[in-house]
């Protein structure tokens, strides 16, 4: 069986913008006067949560639709 | 390209630019994790010589080109070209655009079927099918001893990067790094390199990619960060691609457009795309022809990309930066930062807690991609060009793979004693730029002859390339002894290092193409059917007719040449 690197880039991306995304909310806003006030953690971390969760779709659908392919 | 040798002075420093916290550090983690757990479960899957060597043939176009790229996109590449972005304004860009677009386009399309069809495991093996062992065993020489002396130059520098910007422990930073990338391409093999490659490749841009954007939000534009660069250094060359290279003296490089097109545009850019090993033998890996041609284009477009995340945070630094960047021999003497710290600069400047994890995880994924592109080369090259070739002729395919695996391993401590030397005589760095280009530059003319020119005979090939690589040293040492040389080795007396590298270049080209030409027509050529899938004119190129039109290499080719010189129009 092979691996379609889909899948672990898309698990990685997801933790890592659930994380930022967690911190976020969590965190004081002060802390965003370098990103010129912009809650950075949380915005960045949502774009990487819908990147990660692309990639984990594709790569998972693809590995259900053809076991066998190359990935 | 090669990185800009960052000459680091690390152990003058001792205040530390940035400081991490825990969210920082969990980022870090999950990341070595991660690569760690894919060469893990790699290893079950590379059992064979083809496997380990070549990933096994089979990836596709996508995975093969953005770890072609990606090998080349280590982090003293982002960070001393953002230096030089800074330093030399936007013309820092050739080195993305004309230094690689035309090379990459041309390895797809016009060099790719020859490597491929061939069936080589490597470029060293494509000179031996072509021109026999003599040439095989001076290019596998020669490209070992680079491979593992640049590994070595990169460690070291990357550990003293870690050591100004959080404060490091040089050691520390140099083992943990390689151990893990000795653990990962020596269990799962080049796909474990590639697959990690294509990881850190997306992480890069995850990490690197807010600083354009906040720093455009902040400047108000690319047309105001232009007006404010302008406004400050009290002219408007820095930010003009091609309009102020009609002379020597009207911008700020020094340079001149015959310079960037014939010395950086042909013979140093096609040189290294097209027959350094390092990045070739991630398009090997592809499963088929279409998939390898293709490779280099998507290569292409991703590179034409690149300097969003490094020449602009570069240029965002000079408009936007309130302090003023040194070079690196003043700061030794006065203190500051250089011109090559301005990346860290910018990502301190606007990334907090949370993402200055994500960023610095980008500049440890790019040095760990580095150098895992260059043991794995190395493991190649050390393992079917030198050891079955010379030394152990016919073991079985599992002695050669286990051969690979300690040879990984074997190539990370060498790099590390490189490393360490280094550190001990660091003017080793000044002469990596020359050190590549005396084998580069004559390899290109030797191979380019090989493909497309039938009657080049292996005499004239071994003689060529030899002659080439000798002519190049001899050019730096005449350099060496009487400085007075610059002026007819680089048509100037006023030449910089860069321009004497990419003329030497030029020169030892010729030499190699004149020598090789004048050789083979006094020597008794191959016959046509031992050419067979090495040379233009007797090797079957298999037709496309039948490929939908979308899915051929040379419209999308054509698609990235076009995109290409809009780019430079855009930017005149």
Known sequence: MNLDIRTPIGLLFLSLGGLLVIYGFFSDPGIYFRSLNININLWWGLALLVFGGIMTYFGRRKTKLRPSSTP | MPSLPLVLAAETVSTKLLSLSLPDLVIIVAYFAMVLGIGWYLKRQTQTGEDFFLAG???????????????????????????????????????????????????????????????????????????????????????????????????????????????????????VSSLTVAAYVSLGGLKSAIFNEVLQFVLIWAGAMLIPILGLIEAGGWENLKMEIAGRLGRSDYTHVWSTLGSFQDNPMGIHWTGIVFGLGWVVSFGYWTTDFLVVQRVLSAKDLRSAKMAPIIGAAFKMMVPLIVILPGLLGLGLLDMKLLPESEVKLTGGYSYNDVLPLMMARYLGPGLLGLGITALIAGFMAGMAGNVSAFATVWTYDIYRAFIKKDATDAHYVSMGRWCTIIGIFVSIGTAYLVMQFSSIMDYVQALFSFFIAPLFGTVLLGMLWKRATPAGGFWGLLAGTVSSIAMWFWVYMSPGALAYVALSPHAKPMAENMYRGLWSWIICVVVTVAVSLVTRPKTDQELVGLVYGCTPIPSEQHVLLWRRPILWAGVVGAAFIALNVIFW
């Open chain 2, 57 to 175: 043939r089979e990836m596709t176009a996508w995975i093969a080109g953005l770890s072609f790229l990606s090998a080349n996109l280590g982090s003293l590449e982002l960070m001393g070209w953002a230096g030089a972005a800074y330093q030399y304004g936007i013309l820092a860009t050739h080195w993305y655009w004309i230094g690689a677009i035309p090379a990459m386009l041309f390895l797809g399309i016009v060099m790719m079927p020859f490597y491929y069809i061939s069936k080589t495991h490597s470029v060293p093996g494509y000179l031996q099918l072509r021109f026999g062992e003599n040439s095989r065993a001076f290019a596998a020489i020669s490209f070992a001893f680079m491979t593992i002396l640049m590994s070595g130059v990169n460690m070291f520098a990357m550990a003293s990067v870690m050591k100004v910007v959080l404060g490091w422990d040089i050691n520390f930073s140099i083992w």
